[in-house]
Nanobody
């Protein structure tokens, strides 16, 4: 069974920075896609950033130029560097990962428990 453990959320002032980390653990053959999504109260979950095992990335329009996603394939870990944070970035941030666990016929597509990011004005 594969699990995701997130860390790095917290409270920061507008204009500040935070780095989120998410590590996949368990019986893993490969982790293909990893990413971060966020959900603010009363809003739908939205893509923040995603990255493939080959390091191709995509970003939500609202974070382009401010956030950077990266990953360490050896550690099955994805990072989200968030700069120039705004109050509207406040949300619960969820890590997502998809890949294969015990065998190539055993795919997984899972979410972390979420970490709160609060940006004060």
């Amino acid at each position: 069974q594969v699990q995701l453990v997130e860390s790095g959320g917290g409270l920061v002032q507008a204009g500040g920075s935070l780095t989120l980390s998410c590590a996949a653990s368990g019986s893993i053959l490969s982790v293909d896609d990893m990413g971060w999504y966020r959900q603010a109260p009363g809003r739908q979950r939205e893509l923040v950033a995603a990255i493939t095992s080959g390091s191709s990335s995509e970003y939500g329009d609202s974070v382009k130029g401010r956030f950077t996603i990266s990953r360490d394939n050896a550690k099955n870990t994805v990072y989200l560097q968030m700069n120039s944070l705004k109050p509207e970035d406040s949300a619960v941030y969820y890590c997502h990962a998809a890949g294969y666990s015990s065998s190539w016929s055993d795919a997984f597509d899972i979410w972390g428990q979420g970490t709160q990011v609060t940006v004060s004005s």
